[in-house]
């Protein structure tokens, strides 16, 4: 009866990572390993039911974690009055992002699980609440990468801590690998679009300023072609404002691999010359 | 013949001192000389080089050896340290053996004898050169000062000999730089658009990453004879350059890669990173006159740097600018060619140099005759808190007259960053007796000597493959980081 009558301020969200900036306006900001972007809400919730449907959980529809990148500051409710500061998140993949949403929360909703629904997903990351001067983080956003490697059911603690109760990791969109020469990275993508999504990303975690020069990706149909494409970006950030690297190798192998689901997708290791 | 196992499974097979054979395997032409002593290869994991060294074996026409250096470290197509020949007629030329920075390169200036720094004059040279030489992600020239249509026109067909022309330096300045700073062959049109954008307000620029200017003084002399006729003393200040040409450089090649590969040209190689033209096809041809351009501005950019770092010294510390007097420029990411001997005749070779010096003996044609009684000589900058070496070439056949072009890395860029996170670098460093400014305190962390081989046992090693020797060690004082 006791263990049926424990409830806890749950919800599910992906963990968020990005290169934060290390100068953030002064207010009650979330620190940044607990950023994140929710998907479900479910409030004060017993957790023993929830504990018992976690096995059951839908798996993301991406086989590769997600990417995306914030490209506006949100004040929520309302600017007029404010409570919180959120940098919105978008992106191709945040499609599927939503998709998932839809069915996380219908999974939820099906077993007898309410599911917070007053608005429609908008995606977004939570940096602050207030007090806060919103007028100085208005100032500060300018555009950033995001990766989300994993789905948690987190716990709210208090205070602006969560802690995960239950994780389902999600393959990484990339890696940084220890090179000697230059800077290198493990990329993947299910396909060769998101692949170049994913390698622009590892490289705009370095140098967020890259994410201006880069136009929409289009007919990315071989290794040629995502080359090709990242170095164009290089050139053009290179040319506007200087950038730290200089050109996207031809080295690298892309490999096609599976996961333990069985899920193709496409793996390259992409040496960038500093 | 001994063998050598390493850690990484490769068995090397000893023909000298700090020489070792990678013999021939399936797919190589040739086999692979790897310069090193046990100790340094016994040093971190040099598996990915060592295979690197066998996949540039596989190049068509390769003659010789392909060969690495002892400051040899994983690269991508080429280790970094590795050179291969090519025959001029028959073989090929790989853009991946030069490298995307054409013409990185080092040049050593010395200043008078007499000429002394306490830590007053430090500060302020320090500042001035800060001050004058723009380092650094996007530090370029001021846009009013960028090249013309008209100067590219110029630089890039006439190599350092422009700058002078335009006040930049001295006539004299031309006669001890490498191929006296320029390579021929080079077309304006080759470049394209494109390269010339991203090098148009770059040019007096060091760059990011380990690119630097070096201030320091002449530790200790182990050639007092060669030290004597090259006018350096114990004692005597010198400054270091280090930068190449460029976004400029780094077009061409990314364009010419990227050209190959889809001319189906990779066919055949282990990695696609060494796709190569034949040296007389159209397109060999015009990768060569680019790549001949991009050096050409390398050598200019160095010579703007030179000017800056006198001018630096005249505000700084009074010291006219013809009193700091250019030593030596060398190439380290380069394809010359070159005549050597090969089994006995002489042959027209297409030497590629990534990562790897010239390193021409006594009687070589193309030196300055103070150099044709020495040999030239050889810059290698070590890491910036131990030191630097001055050597000499020896002309060593085995090596196409190579040596090694500096410490070479041990750990990445990443995992330095992570040993020296969160400690003070720039006190670290002051206490070691060295101060640095940079605009990036990331490229300090990532730029910390133990990032680095020591620079004492490369050279060791090349003195004892009989490549070079050594003739003067350089202790830094000042360095300006990109």
Same mark, same amino acid.
């Given at each position: 009866?006791?263990?049926?009558?424990?409830?806890?301020?749950? @919800? @599910?969200?992906?963990?968020?990572?990005?290169?934060?900036?290390?100068?953030?306006?002064? =207010?009650?900001?979330?620190?940044?390993?607990?950023?994140?972007?929710?998907?479900?809400?479910?409030?004060?919730?017993?957790?023993?039911?929830?504990?018992?449907?976690?096995?059951?959980?839908?798996?993301?529809?991406?086989?590769?974690?997600?990417? =995306?990148?914030?490209?506006?500051?949100?004040?929520?409710?309302?600017?007029?009055?404010?409570?919180?500061?959120?940098?919105?998140?978008?992106?191709?993949?945040?499609?599927?992002?939503?998709?998932?949403?839809?069915?996380?929360?219908? @999974?939820?909703?099906?077993?007898?699980?309410?599911?917070?629904?007053?608005?429609? @997903?908008?995606?977004?990351?939570?940096?602050?609440?207030?007090?806060?001067?919103?007028? %100085?983080?208005?100032?500060?956003?300018?555009?950033?990468?995001?990766?989300?490697?994993?789905?948690?059911?987190?716990?709210?603690?208090?205070?602006?801590?969560?802690?995960?109760?239950?994780?389902?990791?999600?393959? $990484?969109?990339?890696?940084?690998?220890?090179?000697?020469?230059?800077?290198?990275?493990?990329?993947?993508?299910?396909?060769?679009?998101?692949?170049?999504?994913?390698?622009?990303?590892?490289?705009?975690?370095?140098?967020? %300023?890259?994410?201006?020069?880069?136009?929409?990706?289009?007919?990315? $149909?071989?290794? $040629?072609?995502?080359?090709?494409?990242?170095?164009?970006?290089?050139?053009?950030?290179?040319?506007?404002?200087?950038?730290?690297?200089?050109?996207?190798?031809?080295?690298?192998?892309?490999?096609?691999?599976?996961?333990? $689901?069985?899920?193709?997708?496409?793996?390259?290791?992409?040496?960038?010359?500093? | 013949?001994?063998?050598?196992?390493?850690?990484?499974?490769?068995?090397?097979?000893?023909?000298?001192?700090?020489? /070792?054979?990678?013999?021939?395997?399936?797919?190589?032409?040739?086999?692979?000389?790897?310069?090193?002593?046990?100790?340094? #290869?016994?040093?971190?994991?040099?598996?990915?080089?060592?295979?690197?060294?066998?996949?540039?074996? +596989?190049?068509?026409?390769?003659?010789? /050896?392909?060969?690495?250096m002892?400051?040899? +470290?994983?690269?991508?197509?080429?280790?970094?340290?590795?050179?291969?020949?090519?025959?001029?007629?028959?073989?090929?030329?790989?853009?991946?053996?030069?490298?995307?920075?054409?013409?990185?390169?080092v040049?050593l200036?010395? #200043?008078?004898?007499?000429?002394?720094?306490?830590?007053?004059?430090?500060?302020?040279?320090?500042?001035?050169?800060?001050?004058?030489?723009?380092?650094?992600?996007?530090?370029?020239?001021?846009?009013?000062?960028?090249?013309?249509? +008209?100067?590219?026109? *110029?630089?890039?067909?006439?190599?350092?000999?422009?700058?002078?022309?335009?006040?930049?330096?001295?006539?004299?300045?031309?006669e001890f730089c490498e191929s006296r700073?320029?390579?021929?062959?080079?077309?304006?049109?080759?470049?394209?658009?494109?390269?010339?954008?991203?090098?148009?307000?770059?040019?007096?620029?060091?760059?990011?990453?380990?690119?630097?200017?070096?201030?320091?003084?002449?530790?200790?002399i182990f050639f007092p004879q060669i030290a004597e006729a090259w006018g350096i003393?114990?004692?005597?200040? /010198?400054?270091?350059? +280090?930068?190449?040409?460029?976004?400029?450089?780094?077009?061409?090649? *990314?364009?010419?890669?990227?050209?190959?590969?889809?001319?189906?040209?990779?066919?055949?190689?282990?990695?696609?990173?060494?796709?190569?033209?034949?040296? #007389?096809?159209?397109?060999?041809?015009?990768?060569?006159?680019?790549?001949?351009?991009?050096?050409?501005?390398?050598?200019?950019?160095?010579?703007?740097?030179?000017?800056?770092?006198?001018?630096?010294?005249?505000?700084?510390?009074?010291?006219?600018?013809?009193?700091?007097?250019?030593l030596y420029d060398v190439c380290h990411?380069?394809?010359k060619?070159e005549m050597h001997k090969?089994?006995?005749?002489?042959?027209?070779?297409?030497v590629?140099r990534?990562?790897a010096t010239r390193a021409f003996g006594s009687g070589a044609e193309e030196l300055h005759p103070l150099y044709k009684d020495t040999g030239q000589p050889v810059l290698v900058?070590?890491?910036?808190?131990?030191?630097?070496h001055i050597m000499v070439g020896m002309g060593c056949a085995m090596s196409w007259c190579s040596s090694c072009h500096?410490?070479?890395?041990?750990?990445?860029?990443?995992?330095?960053?992570?040993?020296?996170?969160?400690?003070?670098?720039?006190?670290?460093?002051?206490?070691?007796?060295?101060?640095?400014?940079?605009?990036?305190?990331?490229?300090?962390?990532?730029?910390?000597?133990?990032?680095?081989?020591?620079?004492?046992?490369?050279v060791?090693?090349v003195e004892l493959a009989g490549f070079a020797k050594q003739v003067a060690? #350089?202790?830094?004082?000042?360095?300006?980081?990109?």
């Amino acid at each position: 009866m006791a263990e049926q009558a424990e409830k806890k301020r749950l @919800f @599910f969200a992906l963990e968020a990572v990005a290169p934060w900036s290390p100068c953030e306006p002064s =207010g009650r900001s979330l620190m940044p390993f607990e950023r994140h972007m929710t998907l479900a809400f479910l409030g004060d919730t017993a957790w023993k039911p929830i504990e018992e449907l976690l096995a059951l959980t839908p798996s993301s529809p991406l086989s590769i974690a997600p990417t =995306g990148y914030c490209d506006s500051c949100l004040i929520l409710p309302h600017a007029s009055h404010p409570r919180l500061v959120a940098w919105h998140v978008a992106g191709k993949e945040i499609a599927a992002i939503s998709l998932w949403q839809k069915t996380l929360s219908q @999974f939820l909703s099906s077993h007898g699980i309410a599911v917070e629904s007053r608005h429609s @997903f908008m995606p977004h990351i939570t940096l602050c609440r207030a007090p806060c001067d919103v007028a %100085e983080w208005k100032k500060s956003f300018s555009p950033l990468p995001i990766h989300f490697p994993a789905l948690h059911l987190y716990q709210s603690c208090g205070a602006l801590r969560y802690s995960p109760l239950w994780s389902q990791p999600l393959l $990484n969109a990339f890696e940084q690998l220890d090179h000697t020469a230059d800077i290198a990275f493990t990329v993947r993508g299910d396909t060769l679009e998101s692949l170049t999504r994913h390698a622009l990303t590892a490289l705009a975690f370095s140098f967020p %300023e890259l994410l201006a020069y880069a136009p929409e990706i289009v007919a990315i $149909n071989s290794l $040629n072609d995502v080359i090709a494409f990242l170095n164009e970006v290089v050139s053009n950030a290179d040319i506007a404002i200087g950038a730290p690297f200089k050109a996207v190798s031809q080295h690298g192998k892309l490999l096609r691999k599976k996961t333990s $689901n069985n899920s193709r997708y496409w793996q390259w290791e992409m040496i960038v010359d500093v | 013949m001994s063998k050598l196992l390493l850690t990484s499974g490769y068995e090397l097979e000893q023909l000298g001192p700090a020489l /070792y054979l990678l013999p021939k395997k399936k797919g190589m032409a040739v086999p692979g000389l790897i310069a090193a002593t046990e100790q340094l #290869l016994s040093k971190g994991d040099l598996g990915e080089a060592i295979k690197q060294v066998e996949n540039v074996a +596989h190049l068509p026409g390769i003659v010789g /050896y392909s060969i690495a250096m002892p400051d040899m +470290h994983w690269g991508y197509g080429f280790p970094i340290g590795g050179v291969a020949a090519t025959d001029a007629e028959t073989g090929i030329i790989s853009p991946g053996g030069v490298g995307y920075d054409i013409n990185c390169g080092v040049r050593l200036a010395l #200043l008078p004898p007499d000429f002394s720094l306490d830590a007053k004059r430090e500060e302020k040279l320090l500042h001035a050169l800060f001050h004058h030489i723009p380092s650094g992600v996007g530090c370029g020239v001021e846009r009013s000062n960028a090249l013309s249509d +008209h100067d590219y026109n *110029q630089l890039l067909v006439k190599g350092s000999r422009w700058s002078i022309e335009k006040g930049f330096g001295f006539s004299e300045d031309m006669e001890f730089c490498e191929s006296r700073g320029v390579i021929a062959g080079a077309n304006y049109d080759a470049p394209s658009l494109h390269a010339k954008e991203r090098g148009r307000n770059q040019l007096g620029s060091i760059g990011s990453g380990n690119h630097f200017v070096e201030v320091g003084k002449v530790q200790h002399i182990f050639f007092p004879q060669i030290a004597e006729a090259w006018g350096i003393r114990q004692g005597q200040v /010198y400054v270091l350059i +280090h930068t190449g040409s460029r976004g400029f450089g780094h077009q061409v090649c *990314q364009e010419t890669l990227d050209k190959f590969l889809r001319l189906g040209l990779a066919k055949e190689l282990p990695d696609r990173q060494l796709v190569s033209a034949k040296i #007389l096809s159209p397109e060999g041809q015009h990768y060569i006159q680019a790549m001949a351009a991009a050096a050409n501005f390398a050598f200019n950019n160095r010579q703007h740097v030179l000017h800056k770092v006198r001018r630096s010294f005249q505000d700084a510390c009074g010291v006219p600018p013809e009193q700091v007097r250019l030593l030596y420029d060398v190439c380290h990411n380069i394809a010359k060619f070159e005549m050597h001997k090969v089994d006995g005749k002489m042959r027209k070779l297409c030497v590629h140099r990534k990562g790897a010096t010239r390193a021409f003996g006594s009687g070589a044609e193309e030196l300055h005759p103070l150099y044709k009684d020495t040999g030239q000589p050889v810059l290698v900058p070590g890491d910036m808190g131990r030191a630097s070496h001055i050597m000499v070439g020896m002309g060593c056949a085995m090596s196409w007259c190579s040596s090694c072009h500096g410490a070479g890395r041990e750990h990445s860029r990443s995992q330095s960053t992570r040993n020296w996170q969160g400690r003070d670098l720039l006190e670290y460093m002051r206490k070691q007796g060295v101060r640095v400014m940079a605009h990036s305190k990331k490229t300090i962390a990532e730029e910390m000597p133990d990032a680095y081989k020591d620079v004492d046992e490369v050279v060791e090693a090349v003195e004892l493959a009989g490549f070079a020797k050594q003739v003067a060690r #350089l202790t830094p004082r000042l360095v300006l980081k990109g």
